[in-house]
């Protein structure tokens, strides 16, 4: 059987060659993946299924030299196809072949094959290159973060074109072996598990896999000393942590929230199901930065969100993204309520667990806290928009979302959906409408009213997200005033959860990124 399979594709092959396309058919890939939000971020023609990035970096100069293996599959006939990168590149190789390329653009990599691409073939493209990453600005900035003793790679939703070349959209996820040479004394950490370290004249080696899919802007990379902590969760889970050695008056504080990875991913599952990945912590570097960001399985945070103390509010946020965002990512930017109503939505849940304020709580006291004159309203967190796509709106509207998802439905239902849509779309993408037909097919109710209301709406609703056969709700029905506090007088607003602070202090999750 074996033979004649092989004899089959033999003579297949032998037909195609006989027969070649005209050069007519093949066209240059699109230069970008059409998101209305950042148009030409990513890249048509193509899809990726692997990176292998090896990388030398110099601490001391921030010279940072690579070269990346792409495994791909063109979606078309290709003459030329671009990547999205913005260091010196020195050689593309495309089948084993020397490439022509060119640079186009604040980010695109134009490559143009010896030979070109059939729709459906498989292409093996090697690109080397060197630059100083933190002294190259796209769109008037950087994503990588120089450090007192190395850099970092975290942003969103831009951070690959600093040190790999990729299709840089999330819609498009791939594996990753990420491999790092640095001097003696210096540590490199990637996403997903070590595999190995090796030292030689003074130089060491250090190799990470993610092997499930994972989008461009959920990798990072950190260069640099840390006191590195290992463990295992509770259900064999490992936890490998990273913090600076120089995060002076922070450091404890960020220990003390970080170091609860494992109690908090464990507890969290039984929200969300099943953990999707092979491992799971953070790390925190010497930065003067103010966010924190769900980097696949390896979660960067800023030194700054734990000033005020330590922060499991912020640890739940982020390993939240891990199901909601980075596990089922979103297809296009306008979803991003996928990703951080969700989010914050887990912050509730955990304010809840502490005994700190309820979702319900919570979400009243959004709803309260915002006049309906309040600029706050008329971001749509189903469709912020680029310039606002990172707003509190869309995080504390978009958690009020899911409260009002949890009324509409009620718990069992709610709980159901929370936990079956990470299952069911595991590593795939998503979009709102998508959630959305989930939502009824499980719960059998239609929930495109309740989803416009919170979601699609430029206006506070009139109504808050009150539980239904509530006071509240009985009063809702008598059509209140826009903007009106349905069931509650104006003039008694609700009492400040005690967890709300610490759920502020991850406003600054996105905040400037760039």
């Given at each position: 059987?074996?033979?004649?399979?092989?004899?089959?594709?033999?003579?297949?092959?032998?037909?195609?060659?006989?027969?070649?396309?005209?050069?007519?058919?093949?066209?240059?890939?699109?230069?970008?993946?059409?998101?209305?939000?950042?148009?030409?971020?990513?890249?048509?023609?193509?899809?990726v299924?692997?990176?292998d990035?090896?990388?030398?970096?110099?601490?001391a100069?921030?010279?940072?030299?690579?070269?990346?293996?792409?495994?791909?599959?063109?979606?078309?006939?290709?003459?030329?196809?671009?990547?999205?990168?913005?260091?010196?590149?020195?050689?593309v190789?495309?089948?084993?072949r020397?490439?022509?390329?060119?640079?186009?653009g604040?980010?695109?990599l134009?490559?143009?094959?010896?030979r070109?691409?059939?729709k459906?073939?498989?292409?093996?493209?090697?690109?080397?290159?060197?630059?100083?990453?933190?002294?190259?600005?796209?769109?008037?900035?950087?994503?990588?973060?120089?450090t007192?003793?190395?850099?970092?790679a975290?942003?969103?939703?831009?951070?690959?074109?600093?040190?790999?070349?990729s299709?840089?959209h999330p819609?498009?996820?791939?594996?990753?072996?990420v491999?790092?040479?640095?001097?003696?004394?210096?540590?490199a950490?990637?996403?997903g598990?070590?595999t190995?370290?090796?030292?030689?004249?003074?130089?060491?080696?250090?190799?990470?896999?993610?092997?499930?899919?994972?989008a461009?802007y959920?990798?990072?990379?950190?260069?640099?000393?840390?006191?590195?902590?290992r463990?295992?969760?509770?259900?064999?889970?490992?936890?490998?942590n990273?913090?600076?050695?120089?995060?002076?008056e922070?450091?404890?504080?960020?220990?003390?929230?970080?170091?609860?990875?494992?109690?908090?991913?464990?507890?969290?599952?039984?929200?969300?199901g099943e953990?999707?990945?092979?491992?799971?912590?953070?790390?925190?570097?010497?930065?003067?930065?103010?966010?924190?960001?769900?980097?696949?399985?390896?979660?960067f945070?800023?030194p700054?969100?734990?000033?005020?103390?330590?922060?499991?509010?912020?640890v739940v946020?982020?390993?939240?993204?891990?199901?909601?965002g980075?596990?089922?990512?979103?297809?296009?930017w306008?979803d991003?309520?996928?990703?951080?109503?969700?989010?914050?939505?887990?912050?509730?849940?955990?304010?809840?667990?502490?005994n700190?304020?309820?979702?319900?709580e919570?979400?009243?006291?959004?709803?309260a806290?915002?006049?309906?004159?309040d600029?706050?309203?008329?971001?749509?967190?189903?469709?912020p928009?680029?310039?606002?796509q990172?707003s509190?709106?869309?995080?504390?509207?978009?958690?009020?979302?899911?409260?009002?998802?949890?009324?509409?439905?009620?718990?069992?239902?709610?709980?159901?959906?929370?936990?079956?849509?990470?299952?069911?779309?595991?590593?795939?993408n998503a979009?709102?409408?998508?959630f959305?037909?989930?939502?009824?097919?499980?719960?059998?109710?239609?929930?495109?009213?309740?989803?416009n209301?919170?979601?699609f709406?430029?206006?506070?609703?009139?109504?808050?997200?009150v539980?239904?056969g509530t006071?509240?709700?009985?009063?809702?029905?008598?059509?209140?005033?826009?903007?009106a506090?349905?069931?509650?007088?104006?003039?008694?607003?609700?009492?400040?959860?005690?967890?709300?602070?610490?759920?502020q202090?991850?406003?600054?999750?996105?905040?400037a990124?760039?």
């Amino acid at each position: 059987m074996r033979k004649r399979l092989i004899v089959s594709a033999a003579s297949a092959l032998s037909l195609f060659l006989a027969v070649p396309a005209s050069a007519s058919d093949f066209q240059p890939g699109a230069a970008g993946v059409g998101d209305p939000y950042y148009p030409s971020y990513g890249n048509g023609g193509y899809r990726v299924s692997h990176y292998d990035i090896r990388l030398k970096y110099q601490p001391a100069t921030d010279e940072l030299e690579g070269t990346t293996t792409i495994l791909a599959t063109a979606t078309q006939n290709l003459s030329r196809f671009n990547l999205d990168f913005a260091l010196n590149v020195s050689e593309v190789r495309v089948n084993g072949r020397p490439a022509a390329f060119a640079t186009s653009g604040e980010q695109e990599l134009e490559i143009t094959p010896a030979r070109p691409l059939a729709k459906g073939a498989q292409a093996t493209v090697v690109v080397r290159y060197k630059g100083v990453p933190s002294t190259v600005k796209r769109y008037g900035f950087t994503s990588w973060h120089r450090t007192p003793d190395g850099g970092i790679a975290a942003n969103e939703p831009e951070a690959a074109w600093w040190w790999f070349p990729s299709n840089d959209h999330p819609s498009d996820k791939a594996t990753y072996d990420v491999s790092v040479l640095v001097p003696d004394g210096t540590q490199a950490i990637s996403n997903g598990v070590l595999t190995g370290t090796t030292s030689q004249a003074g130089w060491t080696r250090y190799s990470w896999r993610e092997n499930k899919p994972q989008a461009t802007y959920l990798a990072t990379l950190a260069i640099g000393k840390f006191d590195v902590t290992r463990d295992t969760t509770a259900s064999g889970l490992p936890v490998y942590n990273a913090y600076s050695k120089d995060l002076g008056e922070n450091a404890d504080a960020a220990r003390a929230s970080v170091e609860r990875t494992g109690e908090l991913v464990d507890w969290l599952s039984g929200y969300f199901g099943e953990y999707p990945f092979s491992s799971v912590g953070g790390y925190v570097p010497n930065v003067p930065t103010g966010y924190a960001l769900e980097t696949q399985t390896r979660i960067f945070y800023s030194p700054r969100q734990f000033a005020k103390g330590s922060n499991t509010s912020v640890v739940v946020h982020e390993l939240a993204h891990q199901w909601y965002g980075d596990s089922v990512s979103l297809s296009r930017w306008s979803d991003i309520w996928l990703n951080e109503g969700f989010a914050r939505y887990a912050q509730f849940l955990w304010s809840e667990h502490e005994n700190e304020g309820t979702a319900q709580e919570l979400a009243d006291y959004v709803y309260a806290s915002h006049p309906a004159d309040d600029p706050f309203w008329k971001i749509k967190p189903g469709d912020p928009g680029p310039d606002d796509q990172f707003s509190g709106a869309v995080y504390e509207r978009g958690a009020v979302a899911v409260q009002a998802l949890r009324n509409a439905v009620g718990d069992e239902k709610f709980f159901q959906i929370l936990k079956g849509w990470p299952t069911e779309r595991r590593y795939g993408n998503a979009t709102i409408a998508e959630f959305q037909a989930y939502a009824e097919k499980v719960s059998g109710k239609k929930l495109g009213d309740v989803l416009n209301t919170w979601l699609f709406t430029p206006s506070k609703p009139a109504v808050g997200p009150v539980p239904p056969g509530t006071a509240a709700a009985a009063s809702a029905s008598a059509s209140p005033a826009p903007g009106a506090d349905a069931g509650r007088d104006a003039g008694q607003p609700p009492a400040e959860p005690k967890s709300w602070k610490k759920i502020q202090e991850t406003n600054s999750v996105h905040e400037a990124h760039s």
